[in-house]
C-alpha cells in the first residue's frame, strides 16, 4: 500500500513539474505579447514545448525523488520565475526600443543553462531530507 501511494505521489509531482513549465512557458508568451500589444504566437509549438520541457526540468529531479519538502520548490520555482522574468524584460525592452545589437549571447547562454543551474541548487537543498 505504501508503495503504491508513493507512486501516484509521484506521478502526482510529475504532472505538476509539467504544469509548471507550461505554464512559465506559455505566460512567457502571454506577458511577452500583452506588453507589445501583439497577437499570441504559440505558432512555434517546437520551440514552446522545447522551453516547457526546460523549464520543468528542476521540478522534474524533485518530482522524481517523490520530495515533498516545500523549500526545494518554492526556491526552484523563485529562481526560476527570476531569470525567466530577467530574460523577458530584455526582450521586451529590446522589442521596444531596438538598437541594431541583436541577441545578448551571454544572457542567451544563461537562460539556456538555467534550468541545469536551479536543478543543482535545488538537489542541493534537499539533500538534506534523503539523509534523515
Known amino acids: 500500500m505504501a508503495e503504491a501511494h508513493r507512486r501516484s505521489l509521484r506521478v502526482a509531482l ?6 509548471i513549465g ?15 500589444s501583439r497577437d ?4 512555434e509549438i517546437g520551440v514552446v514545448t522545447t522551453n516547457a520541457v526546460l523549464t520543468a526540468f528542476p521540478f522534474l529531479y ?34 521596444r526600443a531596438p538598437d541594431g545589437s541583436g541577441v545578448d549571447m551571454f544572457g542567451a547562454l544563461l537562460m539556456l543553462l538555467s534550468p541545469f543551474i536551479v536543478t543543482a ?3 542541493v537543498l534537499d539533500r538534506p531530507a534523503a539523509r534523515r
Open 62 to 95: 524533485l518530482a522524481l525523488r517523490s520530495s515533498t519538502r516545500l523549500l526545494p520548490w518554492l526556491l526552484g520555482l523563485t529562481l526560476t520565475l527570476a531569470a525567466n522574468g530577467w530574460w523577458l524584460a530584455k526582450g521586451i525592452a529590446y522589442q
Open 22 to 36: 507550461a505554464a512559465v512557458s506559455i505566460g512567457e508568451r502571454l506577458i511577452f505579447a500583452a506588453a507589445l
Open 121 to 123: 541548487i535545488v538537489a
Open 14 to 19: 510529475i504532472v505538476l513539474a509539467i504544469v
Open 40 to 43: 499570441i504566437d504559440l505558432s
